[in-house]
């Protein structure tokens, strides 16, 4: 009976089906949990990586840089935006924003290259399915669309002004970088 007592509000608290208007404290709550769970998964996917890495960080910087900067990132983003900073807010919505832009890019890429039949490079990089692409795009959008929210950038003191310079710069960057 405790551990009924006990489980309930938190069920309560992140469920996403719900009579109404989910609230902005628990929109935050859900994201968190969702971003969590997502690193969780990477981590202990890639956990036999790891040592390879590390043990190749002297001949490769940049490549172990760039393995490694999502695991270092995204808990500290997480973790901000749970604690709700001001910069948690900022820093997911530009990972937002770029993995956003990365997804379709990757998008269009994938319709271009369907138009290709080369067996060779199909064996060599395989096709992900376009509706991988569409539901990560469908997922950005949408926890992009939810964190921007007044309600939700009441709580981190974000301007409409911050918002759009944020996602703005972020976008103009990352396309360009990745163009």
Not at 80 to 91: E, P, V
């Amino acid at each position: 009976n405790n551990l009924k007592n006990t489980k309930r509000p938190l069920i309560d608290h992140l469920n996403p089906i719900q009579a109404g208007q989910p609230s902005a404290e628990k929109n935050i709550r859900i994201i968190v949990v969702i971003f969590a769970a997502m690193f969780l998964y990477q981590l202990i996917i890639n956990i036999q990586i790891f040592p390879a890495y590390f043990k190749d960080f002297p001949r490769f910087p940049i490549q172990t840089a760039l393995f490694l900067f999502p695991f270092i990132f995204i808990p500290i983003v997480t973790f901000t935006f749970w604690k709700r900073k001001k910069i948690g807010w900022i820093l997911l919505t530009i990972f937002l924003t770029y993995a956003f832009i990365c997804a379709f890019l990757f998008l269009i890429t994938s319709f271009n290259r369907n138009n290709y039949n080369d067996s060779v490079i199909d064996n060599l990089f395989p096709r992900q399915p376009i509706t991988t692409y569409l539901f990560q795009l469908l997922f950005l959008i949408g926890t992009l669309y939810v964190i921007c929210k007044k309600s939700i950038r009441d709580i981190y003191l974000i301007s409409k002004q911050t918002m759009s310079l944020t996602i703005g710069l972020t976008g103009l960057i990352t396309f360009i970088v990745m163009s």
